[in-house]
């Protein structure tokens, strides 16, 4: 089966960075879609960031010029590179690709989440 398995979040101060990764493996035919969510405590789930297939990429108001994201597709894994981070960034991330298997069936993918702390 598909599985989406993201790297260790942590602890970091404001001001800081931290880079998140997401591999994907899975008799997978294409990717067409893989990005991020977050959900902070007592709040709804808000994409944070994704990226397709030809490389556009999107990004929530609240992170764009200060988060980045890129793909590897020779490995099938996603980077989210954040900088000037913010007690408000604090949240479990979640990784997530939209991609068709071999089989040709066609569905959305979750990571485990992450948490990601920044300390004021």
């Known amino acids: 089966q598909v599985q989406l398995v993201e790297s260790e979040g942590g602890l970091v101060q404001a001001g800081g960075s931290l880079r998140l990764s997401c591999v994907v493996s899975?008799?997978?035919?294409?990717?067409?879609?893989i990005g991020w969510y977050r959900q902070a405590p007592g709040k709804q789930r808000e994409l944070v960031a994704n990226?397709?297939?030809?490389?556009?990429?999107n990004y929530a108001d609240s992170v764009k010029g200060i988060f980045t994201i890129s793909r590897d597709n020779a490995k099938n894994t996603v980077y989210l590179q954040m900088n000037s981070l913010k007690p408000e960034d604090t949240a479990v991330y979640y990784c997530?690709?939209?991609?068709?298997?071999?089989?040709?069936?066609?569905?959305?993918?979750w990571g485990q989440g992450t948490q990601v702390t920044v300390s004021s």
């Open positions: 997530y690709a939209d991609l068709r298997r071999v089989s040709f069936t066609y569905g959305r993918y």
């Open positions: 899975g008799s997978i035919f294409s990717i067409n879609v």
């Open positions: 990226i397709d297939s030809r490389n556009t990429t």
